[in-house]
């Protein structure tokens, strides 16, 4: 049993991006605050603090979730991975990258962070999504930019390059 | 838009659960996925002086197969429910209602048990646990109780657990649905909470056994018979309609209301009875 | 990918502090005293601040018209609208800020409130601002040409009222202000994501009294979009300016979403009654308008622009050139109205797209056919419209020729006919807008009378700087007097400037960070009104011409050539008619630093450029009020079908053709970017956004989850096409293009579901629940034995809550009455109460908590009892308030005595404001009722004697036992 009491900071370790990271927090500290003040971790963005926008997207133990909706304390001794994680690694993830630059997935890239996150864990769970899967699961996050349809390109395109097909058969403009 | 003060306490199992409500009563919320109490503790609607975070007790992560029930433990997310591999075959219905709750991003987080405790009157698992009349398993210091759907909810965001209490698991009855099963919802967009939901299954005899959500304070079933004629049908579900009543609030009237049950729950019906076929 | 340097990313100076702010739950009172005691004693706050302080060290904010409407950074004596700014917590971090919030105590004298701009104009509605003696601040009226004699001749007048809705389109980013007082020289270094207009830099400066100088703003590299909404971060630079000269450190402030929705900012609403001459033929002799908008609590500077922005073009596409317009500028108690994008142009669209539906169904014409009729021909062009704009270039026939040609409007007519033929319910809707880009900045001034703008001279035309500079190894960087948000500048600057430089777009380093101290400026700077394309980037392209005649003088003259010989590219700069003869780019620019001794006489040494540009087309309004409110003009022709689900009445486009005249396109994927955005921000106000409040001024849209933005599961597949016919005003052709969707989606969305559903009213955004209501006809009566919702009875008034019921309870009258009369048992009758102290006889306070479920508030509750009519009849009333919001009520009750035991009646009506408004519009009626409802179950029990075992309480919703029992409970 742990317990954090109301005035109490305490020590909070975590598997972030791969490396063993710590920070102080306070009981009541939101993911996203430690994530990003704490932590110096900006890449994560809030953009309404109730779970609808998902900006805060990170992946918690490998699923992808709103850090809005999670307390620092609870990610003591868990795996997070945030968007700099993404763009450090060279592996397949950079394919939705690369996608979301061709397609103009972004304008003002806000929302972006937590849509790579989104996928990052969807695609790993479904590597041949249909378009309306991959609606369902934009739908979990507001694009004020884009109109999201380059988004679903990008989205669709970097699945079929995941899956080892050439980028031109799938999805291009 | 930060929560006000509280403390966090995060059991191992059950029982130190259980002591922790004993303890702190009316003034904890147990914290399962959060996807409801997170957002109410930000714009502090809620303001608890104690968490009680029960997502990673073991005892409470198991789906499991208890003789003619399928029992759902609290800290298992809709997302692992889903993802369940007899859902489809053991609870159709539920496999159909599943995908309506919220967005793949809140299911990977929320739990089950989790939607049945803040008892929404639009949310999809508190009218398939009132459809399908399962139970909810309460925990207290002095014992365990099961309560029928229709006793645990007692209106919106209402229940019958009491302060001491924290639901273990809910229990659906297994291979209900089977023979037919149709969930629809209406809301202003996907993932949203219903405006309408409106599900149901074949029972006995040919008849069909509906459930309303999003009208009333609670979801509400209703039988249908098969002998019923379609003009005795149709007056069954107007009742219904002014019954439950509906409520005004900025996506819809109660007047919507009352259309989207006259006008889905036969559409709704007629499912199910096309698959029975 | 992921990592911007955003405002709120920014590494804060040492020792910030953190700001939250105190917002008023109602929508008009007048401010009777704030207590700060409990804030200032907690630890870790610093200081609070109200609008008293703050009016003792700052002026308030200059505005456009020469009215007595003074506004501050803080509510100042009275609050205009739910969530105005009444005091703000300093504190070491955002969470005990916020603690300190909740621990203001803010007493208010409620006033009336006044919602609808129609009954704001009444004689005996509230006036929000007393000095200015009416909500009615401007009427100007316009006639060009000489409409009256059209109407008169006309074969027909074919009128409709239409009315466009608040909304706003909130970028993912919200506010973010870092201020710092430097005491050393009294003057304030801000960090914030402002985006213009600069013309307000001024105003901040006079309100915090310093010179412009002294007010230094940074806008950070990165911003999460702004869609014009941006411009509203103002006033809290100006707030967190003053409050870090009061506390002496720097003070950091980051708005949230729900301080976002019922604060920053949202697009005027506006009534529209426009009329139509029309000969047979459906060709427009003259239009009338009469324009009602309605700005909110304020009118904040540069408003009432979208009143104005559209003035040149209000005749849209057509050539019509008898013209008559009131517009009438109106206050009310709702969130300031500002910049949003469309700025002006959807409205106006609204009213002048949804008439020409009209005129072709009152003539029994093709919609289309009208459109084509009324055209300004492809040969007119440069077109002077009869308000004074100066349209540069179009073939709007052609344009309309292309998006209906290959079968596309052949398709959709198949598809509204097979529909038809089967019964189901589907409409085509046409648009035709013509999109302004790049303001005249004296557009505004037209609001004046001429005699007016005449002494204060005149406004006109919009400057933009962009500076190029080459250092010493031959690098390129660019500054910009614009702000970033999202629209890809970087990348249309450096395609510009590498052009001219034969240089590779990557070579090019943009930073459009700005710096009011050090960069370029005037007051057109910034991120609005489509100043891109036509602006800035013509000064851009200009700044680098400069570099590149510079470049090849200092060229010519070491490769023995002349300047016109001298070609760029790959890098290279070489004689064109000797490709060897030619040196690196970097090399020759070096020159510039390293060499002054090898200039050319005519140059001096160094390599930077500020490329400067006004068009000369935007001159100030003529004595007749003509103005040419913009640069460029481009076009936009949509066509759409939409089907209406019958079971649900929700509206799905089935098909949407969007036809773009954007002049030149400097960036199509970048054109695409924009016109999507638009795209979707245009289905939005058409079928899901709005704010919305209540008659008594609450705010229900305060969260994501009531604010409704359309998400990638809303959102139809949109073809787009485009035409492009250059513009002669700007040097690269182009004009703006990021608005146009905006103006003509929500029109054309309604102009089909008018078509679907044979309407002539189409209220927006199109719901479901409003198309129901207004398809289905009255709801037949309940069957037998059940009883519909009772009309709102008289003592209920308006308010927005309001039911009855009645309770039967074993006791007699006068038991009854004791309880209600006795502190110590209401104690027990109200729910959640803690405490009761009489004040008088008939009027108690009392401490209570109350919510639904988990949502619990603690609030002070005033109660009195009036009209007493002893055993028989009482009126209760009173209010509510707490840190969850607040409420204001009055329930009549009356006493018939019934064989032993007592019959209640009664009736309330209550309304609810405050953050549990904003937030919980799903629940909110529905946890009144239940309040309610245990007020009466308790008086039941207490004044039984407790536990009265036989008290029912039956609201008049048919909420019997029995129903519960068989639906809830029951098996079948
Ligand atoms: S910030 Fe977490 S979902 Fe919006
Ligand atoms: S790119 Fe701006 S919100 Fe998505």
Request: proline share 5%; charged share 25%.
């Amino acid at each position: 049993m742990r317990e954090v009491t109301k005035d109490e900071v305490v020590r909070i370790s975590l598997e972030l991006n791969g490396k063993t990271v710590s920070g102080n927090a306070t009981s009541r500290m939101l993911l996203t605050d430690f994530l990003r003040n704490e932590l110096g971790l900006t890449g994560t963005h809030v953009g309404c603090e109730h779970g609808v926008c998902g900006c805060c997207t990170v992946r918690i133990d490998g699923v992808a979730a709103r850090s809005c909706l999670m307390l620092a304390v609870q990610a003591d001794g868990r795996r997070i991975d945030t968007v700099e994680g993404l763009a450090a690694s060279k592996d397949a993830l950079n394919a939705l990258q690369r996608a979301f630059r061709k397609h103009h997935a972004l304008q003002c890239g806000f929302c972006t962070a937590g849509i790579l996150m989104s996928f990052s864990d969807f695609l790993s769970r479904k590597q041949n999504p249909e378009e309306d899967e991959v609606r369902e699961v934009l739908g979990g996050h507001i694009c004020r930019c884009t109109g999201y349809d380059g988004l679903v390109k990008a989205i669709m395109e970097a699945a079929a390059e995941m899956r080892g097909e050439t980028p031109s058969n799938a999805g291009a403009a | 838009m930060k929560p006000a003060p509280l403390s966090y306490i995060r059991p191992d199992t059950a029982e130190e659960a259980v002591a922790g409500l004993a303890e702190h009563g009316a003034d904890a919320r147990i914290l399962a996925g959060g996807q409801s109490l997170m957002a109410m503790l930000n714009l502090r609607l809620v303001e608890p002086k104690a968490l009680i975070d029960i997502s990673q007790i073991d005892e409470l992560r198991s789906i499991r197969i208890d003789g003619n029930m399928i029992e759902v433990g609290a800290a298992v997310t809709q997302a692992e429910f889903l993802a369940w591999p007899q859902l489809k075959e053991h609870a159709p219905f539920i496999a159909k209602a599943l995908p309506w709750v919220g967005h793949f991003q809140t299911r990977n987080r929320g739990t089950v048990c989790g939607s049945i405790a803040h008892a929404d009157p639009s949310s999809e698992l508190p009218l398939s646990l009132a459809l399908l009349e399962g139970e909810v398993v309460l925990r207290s210091k002095s014992g365990t109780r099961h309560l029928k759907a229709s006793e645990f909810q007692t209106g919106m965001l209402q229940t019958a657990r009491r302060d001491d209490e924290m639901i273990t698991a809910v229990r659906f009855p297994a291979d209900v649905g089977t023979k037919g099963a149709a969930f629809r919802e209406v809301a202003r967009r996907h993932g949203d909470f219903a405006i309408v939901s409106v599900g149901a299954v074949a029972a006995d005899q040919g008849a069909v056994r509906v459930a309303v959500g999003g009208v009333a304070d609670r979801p509400a079933c209703i039988g249908i018979e098969a002998s019923l004629t379609v003009s005795d049908m149709t007056d069954r579900i107007e009742r219904l309609a002014w019954e439950l009543g509906g409520y005004d609030d900025i996506h819809a009237s109660a007047r919507y209301r009352r259309d989207l049950v006259r006008r889905l729950v036969p559409i709704i019906i007629g499912e199910v009875r096309a698959c029975a076929k | 990918m992921g990592a911007g340097r955003y405002a709120d990313d920014v590494a804060t100076p040492r020792g910030t502090l953190h700001a939250a702010v105190v917002r008023s739950p109602h929508a008009h009172a007048l401010i009777k005293d704030i207590d700060t005691s409990k804030a200032l004693a907690l630890p870790g706050v610093h200081h609070v601040l109200t609008g008293e302080d703050i009016r003792a060290i700052s002026d308030p904010f200059l505005i456009v018209l020469k009215k007595p409407i003074d506004q501050w950074a803080l509510a100042v004596e009275r609050v205009r609208y739910v969530g105005e700014a009444v005091a703000i917590v300093i504190a070491e971090d955002r969470y005990i800020a916020e603690d300190g919030a909740d621990l203001v105590d803010v007493a208010y004298d409620p006033l009336p409130v006044v919602i609808d701009p129609r009954e704001a104009v009444s004689a005996d509605a509230p006036v929000l601002h007393p000095d200015a003696g009416s909500n009615e601040l401007s009427a100007r009226e316009f006639t060009y040409g000489d409409p009256d004699k059209a109407f008169a001749a006309a074969h027909k007048t074919v009128s409709l009222e239409v009315e466009y809705p608040r909304s706003s389109y909130t970028p993912m980013e919200c506010f973010v202000v870092v201020a710092n007082y430097l005491r050393g020289d009294d003057s304030y270094d801000v960090l914030a994501n402002f985006q213009g207009p600069f013309s307000i830099h001024p105003v901040m400066a006079r309100s915090l009294r310093v010179p412009g100088t002294r007010l230094r703003l940074r806008i950070p590299a990165d911003s999460g979009g702004s869609f014009g909404i941006k411009l509203s971060v103002f006033p809290y630079i100006v707030l967190m300016a003053l409050a870090s000269r009061v506390v002496g450190r720097p003070v950091k402030w980051v708005e949230d979403r729900l301080e976002h929705l019922q604060a920053a900012n949202s697009g005027p609403n506006r009534v529209t009654k426009i009329e139509a001459a029309v000969e047979k033929d459906g060709r427009v002799t003259a239009l009338r308008f009469d324009n009602m908008e309605d700005y909110g609590a304020y009118l904040r500077a540069p408003m009432p622009g979208p009143l104005y922005r559209m003035h040149g073009a209000t005749t849209g596409a057509y050539d019509i050139r008898n013209l008559a317009m009131t517009n009438r500028v109106v206050v009310t108690n709702k969130m300031p109205a500002s910049l949003v994008r469309g700025f002006g142009g959807p409205q106006l669209y609204l009213a002048l797209e949804r008439l020409m539906q009209r005129v072709a169904i009152e003539l029994e014409l093709d919609p289309l056919e009208v459109i084509r009729r009324n055209l300004i021909s492809p040969g007119s062009f440069p077109y002077r419209t009869c308000a004074g704009a100066l349209y540069d270039s179009g073939d709007y026939q052609q344009a309309i020729d292309k998006a209906v040609g290959e079968g596309r409007l052949d398709d959709l007519l198949a598809r509204r006919d097979k529909a038809r033929k089967e019964g189901r319910m589907y409409g085509i809707g046409f648009a035709t807008v013509v999109e302004p880009g790049m303001s005249n900045m004296g557009y505004l001034s037209t609001i004046n009378p001429a005699d007016v703008r005449e002494r204060q001279g005149p406004k006109n035309g919009a400057i933009s700087m962009v500076n190029v500079n080459v250092d010493a190894i031959g690098t390129v960087s660019v500054t910009a007097d614009l702000t970033v948000q999202g629209q890809g500048h970087a990348t249309a600057i450096s395609q510009i400037v590498a052009d001219q430089l034969g240089l590779k777009p990557d070579d090019i380093s943009i930073n459009l960070e700005l710096d009011t101290q050090k960069d370029a400026w005037s007051i057109a700077a910034g991120t609005y009104s489509c100043r891109f394309s036509p602006g800035t980037a013509v000064a851009a392209h200009i700044a680098a011409k400069n570099i590149r005649e510079k470049v090849a003088r200092i060229a010519a003259k070491q490769l023995n050539t002349v300047a016109d010989d001298i070609d760029f590219g790959g890098g290279r700069v070489f004689s064109k008619t000797n490709p060897d003869n030619g040196a690196a780019f970097a090399r020759v620019a070096g020159t510039a630093h390293w060499s002054p001794v090898l200039m050319p006489e005519t140059d001096d040494p160094g390599l930077s450029e500020t490329g400067i540009w006004s068009p000369p087309e935007l001159e100030p309004p003529s004595s007749k009020d003509e103005i040419n409110t913009s640069l460029t003009y481009g076009f936009v022709f949509d066509m759409c079908g939409v089907e209406i689900d019958p079971a649900t009445m929700q509206v799905r486009v089935d098909r949407y053709v969007s036809m773009h005249d954007a002049g030149t396109l400097i960036n199509p994927l970048l054109a695409e970017g924009q016109i999507r955005g638009a795209f979707v921000q245009g289905l939005a106000s058409a079928l899901y956004e709005e704010i919305v409040y209540d008659e008594a001024g609450a705010l229900q849209s305060g969260t994501f989850a009531e604010y409704l933005v359309p998400t990638a599961c809303e959102v139809p597949p949109v073809e787009l096409m485009h035409i492009e016919t250059p513009s002669p005003f700007t040097p690269l052709g182009a004009k703006g293009l990021a608005e146009g969707n905006c103006m003509s989606t929500p029109v054309c969305i309604a102009n089909a579901v008018a078509d679907a559903l044979s309407l002539k009213d189409v209220p927006l955004p199109a719901t479901p629940e409003r198309l129901n209501a207004l398809v289905c006809g009255e709801e037949a009566a309940p069957p037998a034995g059940i009883s519909a919702e009772k009309p709102v009875s008289a003592t209920a008034g308006d308010a927005a809550i309001t039911g009855d019921g009645s309770v039967t309870v074993k006791a007699s009258p006068a038991e009854i009455w004791k309880a209600l009369l006795d502190p110590e048992s209401l104690k027990h009758i109200i729910p959640g109460c803690h405490s009761v102290s009489a004040v008088t006889p008939e009027h108690y306070r009392a401490q209570v908590s109350l919510g639904v479920g988990p949502i619990r508030g603690r609030f002070i509750a005033d109660v009195k009892l009036s009209d007493l009519n002893p055993e028989r009849a009482a009126t209760l009333s009173g209010d509510l308030a707490g840190p969850l919001g607040k409420a204001q009520g009055s329930g009549h009750v009356t006493l018939t005595p019934e064989d032993g035991a007592t019959r209640i009646d009664y009736t309330y009506g209550v309304d609810i404001g405050g953050k549990v408004a904003s937030v919980g519009g799903r629940m909110i009626k529905r946890a009144a009722q239940i309040v309610i409802g245990q007020f009466f179950e308790r008086l039941s029990e207490v004044a039984s004697g407790k536990h009265g075992a036989d008290a029912s309480a039956n609201g008049s919703k048919s909420e019997s036992r029995s129903w519960i029992a068989r639906l809830f409970g029951g098996n079948r």
